[in-house]
């Protein structure tokens, strides 16, 4: 007789809170800082009830200080605890910036390990939920040119608590950053217990032959939208691949999708220059050059900052746009 | 403000004691002792300086003139401690317990140069200004959290205090009070800009004001004022009480770097005249002799022993053979991720070739 998971059906953002508290109970030295965490439960509700769980010794609210929480969250790390430390945006990020390039992902690789720095540092980020300006910053690409750190990103609830424990246990410094449009977007069924979706792992979601769709964060919602569409309307069929770790990157299974498709259209709202969309397009032609069929497209945000939100919609990359490029890649 | 903030002194440059505050604790051999570390420091600064100028170390951050201020206050740690050192502040780190030797492979540029030795929290070097404040923080605050008596010290320059980590760093330990002493060393000058031209403020004590924590300045060569004003200031955190800054007065006589050029931004005269009226180590030379402890056949063989750790520093240094380039690769992360993983195979598959 097998014993069912006991599941809850949970939205990204309450998944992120029960990771945490799934932590936080299990172990002592979790600890969550950063500016509103603690009474307010942040500005995204991500650490609701965490303070009154865990008292306000363990769920920090900190001064307003960006570079003060990751400089602190280092220390921490360094000496026995495993901090979880919040931006607020990943737009506001900036001035911890130069404590996340120059110490947290270097001091193992400087001190030949006798130093490290398990921390977690979790932001939310993306344009399409009409933020003010600079919150809709999508900037993983600074981080994945950062050596020493990985970069996680999920895309829906049931990832989001495996991939942040799995962040939370990682002994080395982890970017985990949250979309914002995929916070409440939809709900999914969340084992209640503890589990752990591998980092450098990503998801196929759909099987196809005809061409390798490959995304991550809010994007997976629109390539999977486009997918659906362009198979009513072109009966071409997509593989679709959540990447969920943009750092270190799955390479198998990019190569065995575009191996199989001969095709690929990889879509982020980033800027498309220095974009992480270059490192997939590198990837394939180190491993998969000869199976090609067509040039690999991109389709990604402008080289522009990300606008204010009546144009927002202008920025950001949509079904339509998908579309398009897939049918250059299947008419070339 | 400056009046606010006066400048402690226990020693002055005659060698002769104007504050009897601790005058019971200043024991010859508490004295002789300070002595030998000082000195130990600067044969290393100097040595180090020379096996610079031979090229058989890189670049080198002396820190000649500042002996008093770094020995007096790394005296006060205990094991267990977290020391948070910039690149100036060997003989900190030297004295809190670091080998010679690791010292000198760091500026021949071996990373096994920022490893301290076991039980010792001695972070390596830090390179950005003032972004070691916070980390000193996170450190005693973790202590604080753990229920230790544990603390930090932290040592920064004159010019961090313009940056936001300074601030922010102040700003954390303060709120949290955290068992930190953030120690300054004000040495006139952030590579060539003078202190007149970094800030307003006439004192760098006095931005703890700020903070409602207290702020401290006190003569940076005169090691005794440096000693027992750390030690209270790190009691003090121990005993739950939080932070404290310390600025320390004192001077670099020579450049910033072996790589820079000190008479293009002040006058060479008054780096020479320093050496003869605050000079850190001729001031407890003084007071030794004042107090009949000082003989010449003693400091000659102290400068003997030390002269001989040095040599033997170095020649460790000299056969610590190569570098190992792999290093670069297998500490990124605790597991290689498969890009690192593979640029080592290819780095080790190409070395097998050029052999």
């Known amino acids: 007789m097998s014993t069912a998971v006991k ?33 307010n439960g942040g500005v995204f509700r991500a650490t609701d009830g965490l303070e009154a769980e865990f008292g306000d010794k363990r769920v920090i609210d900190t001064p307003l200080a960006e570079s003060g929480i990751i400089g602190t969250s280092i220390g921490l790390a360094m000496n026995g605890f495993r901090p979880i430390a919040e931006m607020q945006f990943l737009g506001f990020i900036y001035p911890a910036f130069n404590q996340i390039m120059t110490h947290a992902s270097r001091i193992r690789s400087r001190t030949l390990g006798h130093f490290t720095v398990p921390m977690v540092i979790r932001a939310p980020f993306g344009a399409g939920v009409r933020a003010p300006e600079i919150h809709s910053d999508s900037v993983e690409a600074l981080f994945t040119h950062m050596p020493g750190i990985k970069v996680v990103i999920p895309s829906n609830a049931y990832d989001a608590k495996g991939l942040l424990i799995a962040s939370i246990e990682d002994p080395d410094p982890v970017l985990f950053l949250e979309p914002m449009r995929c916070y409440r977007s939809h709900k999914l069924e969340v084992p209640e217990e503890k589990y752990t979706v591998e980092i450098g792992k990503g998801a196929r979601l759909q099987e196809g032959e005809d061409v390798t769709l490959i995304a991550w964060g809010a994007m997976v919602d629109v390539i999977k939208k486009a997918a659906k569409e362009i198979e009513e309307e072109e009966g071409v069929k997509c593989d679709v691949l959540d990447l969920r770790t943009l750092y270190p990157m799955d390479r198998d299974l990019i190569s ?77 | 403000m400056e009046t606010q903030f006066p400048m402690k002194q226990i020693l002055n440059e005659d060698g002769v004691v104007v504050n009897s505050e601790y005058e019971s604790q200043m024991t010859e051999e508490l004295t002789k002792e300070l002595y030998i570390k000082m000195l130990r420091a600067r044969m290393f600064d100097r040595k180090s300086v020379n096996l610079q100028r031979q090229g058989r170390i890189g670049t080198y951050v002396p820190f000649e003139g500042q002996e008093a201020a770094q020995v007096g206050s790394s ?32 500026w021949k540029g071996y990373p096994m140069g920022c490893v301290p030795p076991e039980g010792k929290n001695i972070f390596p070097p830090a390179v950005p200004i003032a972004s070691q404040l916070l980390h000193a923080t996170g450190t005693a605050w973790a202590e604080q959290l753990k229920g ?72 940076g060569n005169d090691i005794f004022v440096v000693y027992f004003e750390t030690k209270k200031a790190m009691e003090n955190a121990r005993q739950g009480n939080g932070p404290t800054l310390i600025e320390a007065v004192t001077y670099r006589y020579g450049a910033h770097t072996t790589a820079d050029d000190p008479s293009k931004y002040r006058d060479q005269e008054e780096s020479k005249r320093r050496r003869e009226t605050t000079d850190p180590l001729l001031r407890l030379e003084r007071y030794l002799k004042n107090k009949g402890y000082f003989e010449e056949a003693w400091k000659t063989k102290v400068e003997e022993e030390i002269t001989k750790e040095i040599e033997q520093a170095v020649e460790d240094m000299e056969a610590f053979g190569p570098a190992e380039p792999t290093d670069m690769f297998t500490h990124v992360f605790k597991k290689p991720t498969w890009s690192v993983q593979d640029q080592l195979d290819t780095f080790k598959a190409r070395e097998k070739e050029e052999v």
């Open chain 1, 7 to 39: 599941t809850q059906k949970l939205t990204m953002v309450q998944a992120i809170t029960d990771a945490m508290a799934t932590m936080m109970r299990e172990h002592d030295d979790v600890l969550v800082l950063g500016e509103d965490v603690g009474k």
């Open chain 1, 256 to 332: 065995e999708s575009v191996q199989k498709t001969g095709r690929a259209v990889i879509v982020h709202e980033a800027p498309g220059t220095g974009g992480v969309g270059n490192d997939v397009v590198s990837l394939i032609n180190d491993t998969s050059f000869l199976h090609m069929r067509s040039p690999i497209k991109r389709v990604t945000g402008h080289d522009t900052p990300v606008p204010m939100c009546a144009i927002e919609d202008d920025y950001l990359p949509d079904a339509n746009r998908v579309k398009h490029a897939i049918m250059e890649t299947i008419r070339f």
């Open chain 2, 75 to 106: 005296l006060v740690l205990e094991e267990g401690d977290w020391m948070f050192p910039t690149y100036r502040d060997h003989a900190a780190t030297l004295t809190y317990g670091h080998s010679a030797r690791n010292l000198f492979l760091y």
């Open chain 2, 148 to 219: 230790t008596d544990r603390g930090s010290i932290v040592y920064f320059g004159d010019g961090a205090t313009s940056e936001g980590d300074f601030h922010e760093g102040l700003n954390f330990a303060s709120v949290y009070n955290a068992p930190v002493v953030f120690f300054n060393q004000n040495n006139g000058f952030a590579i060539s800009v003078p202190m007149e031209k970094q800030m307003k403020s006439k004192t760098i004590a006095q931005k703890a004001v700020a903070y409602d924590i207290p702020g401290v300045r006190v003569d």
